[in-house]
T-cell receptor, first 113, second 115 residues
């Protein structure tokens, strides 16, 4: 299995509070992605990174920010959590773009109350 | 931008039935195409892929052919098993549009296989 760890695995937080989710990899892969999974929407890309300090927005980036100061860590921050951000969040890594396989973490279930 | 459309589920089949899950895509250029599978409570894992027109990806009895003329990548299996019950995602990456390394997924199709 690819070395990819998401933390926490479960979190309940209150509306308006900041939340940070962490994705840690031991594969030295260049690309890292954050997705959210919601019924009826599949996986939607929030942000991705193509190198240290190099990030770009996905289709649902509003209300989220990311940082990547080291190859192995990709942090997703909900600046002020809202109930619409209740979801399951997945991190993925990929050695290259193109046809290379992406490996997924186990997911973080976030509930905003 | 790139997009992927898959048939809605759930798809319910009897064991040993033939499976088709439709997937079409929109992209400029020559994207790579993927099928990922998600078992309950787990992350996604790659099932198969194809990188150019007319390529056939295959794995575990599943197949999909990259059809550029119809912009499709339909997933098929000749005889499904109960253990194939999962959610299947079609995805693409690459092509000439901006963000060529974004990995774009469809909405997923849930498959239920009954005895």
């Amino acid at each position: 299995d690819a070395g990819i760890t998401q933390s926490p695995r479960h979190k309940v937080t209150e509306t308006g509070t900041p939340v940070t989710l962490r994705c840690h990899q031991t594969e030295n892969h260049r690309y890292m992605y954050w997705y959210r999974q919601d019924p009826g929407h599949g996986l939607r890309l929030i942000h991705y990174s193509y190198g240290v300090k190099d990030t770009d927005k996905g289709e649902v980036s509003d209300g989220y920010s990311v940082s990547r100061s080291k190859t192995e860590d990709f942090l997703l921050t909900l600046e002020s959590a809202t109930s619409s951000q209740t979801s399951v969040y997945f991190c993925a890594i990929s050695e290259r773009g193109g046809d290379t396989e992406a490996f997924f973490g186990q997911g973080t279930r976030l509930t905003v109350v | 931008g790139n997009s992927v459309t898959q048939m809605e589920g759930p798809v319910t089949l009897s064991e040993e039935a033939f499976l088709t899950i439709n997937c079409t895509y929109t992209a400029t250029g020559y994207p790579s195409l993927f099928w990922y599978v998600q078992y309950p409570g787990e992350g996604l894992q790659l099932l198969l892929k194809a990188t150019k027109a007319d390529d056939k990806g295959s794995n575990k009895g599943f197949e999909a052919t990259y059809r550029k003329e119809t912009t499709s990548f339909h997933l098929e299996k000749g005889s499904v098993q109960v253990s194939d019950s999962a959610v299947y995602f079609c995805a693409l990456r690459g092509g000439l549009t901006g963000g060529g390394n974004k990995l774009t997924f469809g909405t997923g199709t849930q498959l239920k296989v009954e005895l």
